[in-house]
C-alpha cells in the first residue's frame, strides 16, 4: 500500500510539472499577442513588483514561476537572484518568470533585477522561497580541454586528468578516504580524498601489461585482488587474478609481492565472497564459465613457507556454470550479505542473479532479473521489461526506507548504464529505475542525454559514458568514473562535501 501511495505522489507530481510547462507555454506565447495587454516592455520608471511565486519550496534545479508586474519581454535585461544566488531564467514574461531555483539558495529571499546598468530597478518578495538541501551531480577533479589532448596527470585535484578509459572504483577497507580505479588498458590510480590528491601507485607492466579488469579487497584488507583479461594468444590458459600484499606502510605499489594465484583466460571480473572469505569467484567470457577457486590453500602455502606455483596450483578451481551468452564481457556484484548476486553482461545489456547455497557454499546457476539480452534502449520498468545499453560497475547501497520497514534485502543497486549516460538504480524487486542524469532544463540547446552539467540528479545533471561508481556510506556519496567526460563526478547532499553547483554555468566550485 505504501509503494503504491508512493507511486501515485510520483504521478502527481509528474503532472504538475506537465501543467506547469503547458502553462509557461501559454504564459511565453501571449508575447506575441498584439491583443495581450500583459506583453509590454520594460518600463523603468515603474517599479518592479513581486506579487506571488510558486512552489513555494525545493531543492536546486527546483522550477519557479515569479509572478508580479514589469519584468518585461528581455530576458537578457532580467536577473532572479534567491538566497543570494543567480536562478537560471528559462522565459520571461511582463507577468511572469520561469527559472530554476540555484544551489545553495539558503536564505531563499527572492529578487528580481530588471534593466541595463544605468536603469535597474529590483523587486524583492515579502515571503521566501523555502529552500530543501537534496542530493545533486558534481565534480571532483579532472577535465577535458577544447582538443582532449590533456593527457593524464597525477597531482592536486586542481590539476590532475586522465580518466579516459573505462575502468572500476573500489575503496581501501583499511584507509577509508582512498579511492582506487582500475583502468581497462591503463593503470591502477590512486584517488587520496583526504589531502585531494591522484597517484598512480601501481602500473600495468606489474600484470604483464593485459588489460586490468576489475578490483575488490580480501576481508581484512592485507591483500588487492586484480582480475586481468588475456587470451593467451590462443595457447591455453594465461592469467587471470593477481593477490597484490599491503606493504608494511599500508601502501600498494610496484614494490609490492604481487602473485598471480588463478590461471583460465579472458577473466573479466574476479570478487571474494563477503562472509567466506576463502571463496574467490571469477570468470572467463570464452564460454561465459563462472568458477569458485578456494584460496585458503594459497594462504596455507605462502604462511608456510612454500611457492605458490601458478602453473601447478592456480587451477585449483571448479567451473560452476555459465551465463547464457558466451563470448562477451561480464562482471561479478556479490551482495554485502553474501546471499546472493548480480552478473552485469555488459555488452548485451542484462543484468543476471545467481543465488548462494550456503549448504554448498557456492552459487548456483544464474537467472535474468533486469534487461533484455541483445535489446540496448533506455527503458525505466520491472525485470525484463527494462532496457539497458552497456550497464558497467554497480555497487551495493543501503537504504534506510527497507531498514524501517523491516526486510529481509536493504540495498538497493545502482550501476552505470554507460551507453544511456545515467546512473540507474535495480531494487530488490527488480525495479529498475533512472537515478541521476540524462538531464533537459538547463542552459543548454544541444538536446542531448549526455554532457558534463552538474546539478540536480535528473532535471539538469548529465553524464557522458560513465563505467565506474562507489559508494561512501559514512558520508553518503557516490563517486562516478565519467569516461568520456574524462572527470570523477560525484553525487552528494548538497554543501556537504566543500563544493556547490552553478547551475548557470554548470561548473563546481
Known amino acids: 500500500m505504501k509503494n503504491m501511495k508512493c507511486k501515485m505522489k510520483k504521478v502527481l507530481k509528474e503532472w504538475q510539472w506537465v501543467l506547469l510547462a503547458l502553462f509557461t507555454i501559454c504564459i511565453c506565447s501571449c508575447k506575441d499577442d498584439d491583443d495581450n495587454t500583459n506583453a509590454v516592455a520594460f518600463d523603468p520608471s515603474k517599479p518592479v513588483l ?8 525545493g531543492g536546486t534545479g527546483q522550477r519557479l514561476v515569479i509572478y508580479g508586474e514589469n519584468f518585461g519581454l528581455d530576458k ?16 520571461v514574461n511582463n507577468n511572469s518568470i520561469y527559472c ?3 544551489s545553495q539558495a539558503y536564505d531563499g529571499d527572492i529578487k528580481v533585477i530588471v534593466g541595463g546598468e544605468e536603469n535597474q530597478v529590483t523587486g524583492i518578495s515579502e515571503s521566501t522561497f523555502e ?3 537534496k542530493m545533486v551531480v558534481g565534480t571532483l577533479c579532472g577535465y577535458r580541454n577544447e582538443y582532449d589532448n590533456q593527457g593524464w596527470k597525477d597531482g592536486s585535484f586542481d590539476i590532475c586528468c586522465g580518466f ?13 578516504d582512498h579511492l582506487y580505479v582500475v583502468y ?20 600495468r607492466s606489474s600484470f604483464g601489461d ?5 578490483l575488490d579487497f580480501t576481508n581484512d584488507g592485507q591483500y588487492m585482488v586484480v582480475a586481468v583479461d588475456f587470451d593467451g594468444w590462443g595457447t591455453g590458459t594465461s592469467p587471470s587474478v593477481y593477490f597484490v600484499k599491503r606493504n608494511e606502510d599500508g601502501s600498494f605499489t610496484n614494490n609490492s609481492s604481487i602473485q598471480l594465484i588463478a590461471s583460465y583466460k579472458q577473466c573479466n571480473g574476479a570478487a571474494l565472497h563477503p562472509i567466506n572469505n576463502n571463496e574467490l569467484y571469477f570468470n572467463s567470457y570464452e564460454r561465459g564459465q563462472v568458477f569458485r577457486m578456494d584460496v585458503s590453500k594459497y594462504f596455507e602455502t605462502i604462511n608456510n613457507g612454500g611457492n605458490w606455483n601458478p602453473d601447478r596450483d592456480g587451477g585449483n578451481y571448479d567451473e560452476l556454470f555459465t551465463i547464457q551468452d558466451t563470448g562477451w564481457e561480464f562482471q561479478i556484484n556479490i551482495h554485502p550479505s553474501g546471499n546472493y548476486a548480480y552478473i552485469v553482461v555488459i555488452n548485451q545489456h542484462y543484468i543476471l542473479r545467481t543465488d548462494y547455497n550456503w549448504e554448498k557454499k557456492r552459487f548456483a546457476p544464474a537467472y535474468v532479473v533486469a534487461g533484455q539480452a541483445r535489446s540496448a534502449a533506455w527503458e525505466d520498468a520491472a525485470g525484463v521489461s527494462a532496457r539497458l545499453n552497456r550497464p558497467y560497475q554497480g555497487v551495493f547501497v543501503k537504504n534506510q526506507e527497507y531498514v524501517d520497514e523491516g526486510r529481509e534485502d536493504v540495498y538497493d543497486f545502482y550501476f552505470c548504464d554507460n551507453k544511456n549516460h545515467c546512473i540507474r538504480k535495480l531494487s530488490p524487486e527488480g525495479i529498475v529505475s533512472t537515478y541521476a542524469g540524462r538531464g533537459n532544463t538547463t542552459s543548454v540547446v544541444d538536446n542531448n542525454v549526455w554532457g558534463t552539467e552538474d546539478g540536480d540528479l535528473r532535471e539538469v545533471a548529465r ?3 560513465p563505467s565506474g561508481i562507489a559508494y561512501d556510506e559514512r558520508d553518503n556519496v557516490f563517486y562516478i568514473l565519467d569516461v568520456v567526460g574524462r572527470k570523477i563526478r560525484t553525487i552528494s547532499m548538497e554543501g556537504e562535501t566543500g563544493t556547490s553547483v552553478d547551475l548557470e554555468s554548470g561548473n563546481f566550485n
Open 50 to 57: 513581486i506579487s506571488d511565486f510558486t512552489p513555494k519550496k
Open 76 to 91: 537578457s535585461l532580467v536577473n532572479v537572484m534567491i538566497g543570494g544566488k543567480k536562478a537560471t531564467i528559462i522565459n
Open 100 to 102: 530554476l531555483v540555484p
Open 131 to 133: 529552500y530543501e538541501k
Open 164 to 176: 579516459r578509459n573505462d575502468g572500476c572504483l573500489k575503496f581501501d577497507p583499511l584507509y577509508p
Open 184 to 203: 581497462d588498458g591503463a593503470d591502477i590510480q590512486l584517488l587520496d580524498l583526504k589531502n585531494r590528491m591522484l597517484s598512480t601507485p601501481l602500473n
Open 210 to 214: 593485459r588489460r586490468l579488469r576489475s
Open 463 to 465: 553524464f557522458r559514458d
